[in-house]
């Protein structure tokens, strides 16, 4: 299937042609995480001095049968054991995917969600953050997706060299 990178994200365009020249790994989906100032509902917008901060992703299928397949996928969990807003999940019963995500939950008053808030409401609970705030979280999604490249050359070039 041939990709069109000028679709994607530009903060995981990338990420998304280095890991697509390793032979055993194939993205299906990404997203380099944002801060909007819309939720793309009408009516809905951050307060004053917020955005909205959306959490990216990157996914992607895997040879689990190629000998550097294990490897690879330690050395993306170390990702998750860098950076506190980063969560690894394998596929099971729940995802189709590997999966890399870049959280924001940890900014946000998204665990205060009750069945009784409005729509709107927990809009904001989930995504609504102090500008500064956001635009830190985003400046260390792209530091996630840095670290990414670099553990991702690192098998583009093994698998070149044999």
Known sequence: MEIDYSKIDEGVRDLVHILNDIPFVETVASCEGHLR????FPGIHPDKGCGFLYDGNMLFNMDESHPESKDFIKDVKRLENKY???DFAS???DIDYYTLFVDQSDLTQEDTINDNDSFKTMIRKRHQVPIEVGEKRVKDYKQVWSDFIEIAKKYVVKSDSK
Do not use: L, W
């Not at 100032?37 to 793309?40: I, L, V």
């Open 37 to 40: 100032f819309d939720c793309g």
């Open 84 to 86: 506190c807003f980063v």
């Open 91 to 93: 596929p099971d019963d």
